[in-house]
């Protein structure tokens, strides 16, 4: 499901990411080199232990080049990270504190994601404003979307680096990339 | 992602299922069996050609064996039919009018899927209730997603053969089957 580029840079990324900013760096990076390297849209998501900054998975959205709407950046991370760690359930005993951090707020797919994959902690980049007003939709996503996660144990974290992470997309729309949603036809 | 069995099957399928009971009858075959074989959770889905219909592609939930909290039997079903139709939107010109048949309700994660899928309708047959009273948990689903769908052009059938797909749930129950949550530590 990843490119072959994101698997040659997760390789050398051995350092820690010791604050959120640099984890969302990372991030951002990865959803500008996505569109550079035409494997995908602008997004970018990982998986980190939020206790010492390992970097545990990563994933970008593939959704046009592997024909596969739900190939949403958060998804393929969260499952790199269970297939890494070996268990469905990223909050059982003995994992570590999975922190996902995404370039852009998560869809109502992902959203709906969160909960099943034990995922602790989300930090978000840019907002859902930033990707609609590129045309992008995040779909029916629960009106209490942060509250529903908060309620479950599911700390959130949004606008962080937003600017930066905003300007992929907008980047992306001056490049006329495509923008898909549930009614492209 | 799909059991050798469930291809196997697949490939005998040839007939068209021309009622919506038949579609749901084989997608209530697909999770009972899924549970028999010992190669996931109690939940088959399935994507036809309303128009005829003819079976498009399945899916069964395979979290567990697969380690994968994203692996519900819908999300599995839209992307395998997607593969078949090489186009990540099921709904765009040229697609047949496709039909997402589930043995119980979308879960949070599942119906925000849905719209990017380009699925056109929904028919589900055991209830969010049915699933709950066994220990399952739809997670935080948008309060009106039945509504959602519509507006978006998406029909929803729901109740369809319930109590033949909620005895999957509940023989599953019986067996002790493991009930997986986001929190299950």
Tied chains: 1, 2.
């Excluded at 939709?137 to 996660?149: F, I, N, S, Y």
Aim: with cysteine; aromatic share 6%; hydrophobic share 45%.
């Amino acid at each position: 499901m990843l490119p072959q580029w994101l698997l040659d840079r997760l390789a050398t990324e051995t350092a820690g990411f010791a604050t959120v900013g640099s984890r969302m760096k990372l991030v951002i990076d990865l959803s500008r080199l996505n569109v550079g390297q035409g494997t995908g849209g602008p997004f970018g998501a990982a998986v980190f232990d939020a206790g010492n900054g390992t970097l545990i998975a990563a994933g970008v959205n593939r959704v046009v080049p592997l024909n596969n709407s739900t190939a949403h950046a958060e998804m393929l991370a969260i499952a790199a990270a269970q297939q890494k760690l070996g268990c469905f359930d990223l909050g059982a005993k003995g994992m570590p504190d999975c922190e996902l951090v995404t370039s852009c707020e998560p869809c109502a797919m992902c959203f709906g994601a969160i909960p099943w994959s034990g995922i602790r902690r989300v930090v978000c980049g840019a907002t859902a404003a930033d990707a609609q007003r590129i045309g992008f939709d995040e779909g029916p996503r629960h009106p209490d979307w942060v509250a529903e996660l908060e309620k479950r144990g599911i700390h959130v974290q949004t606008g962080v680096c937003r600017d930066a992470a905003a300007r992929v997309l907008n980047d992306y729309q001056s490049a006329q990339g495509v923008i898909y949603n549930g009614r492209v036809a």
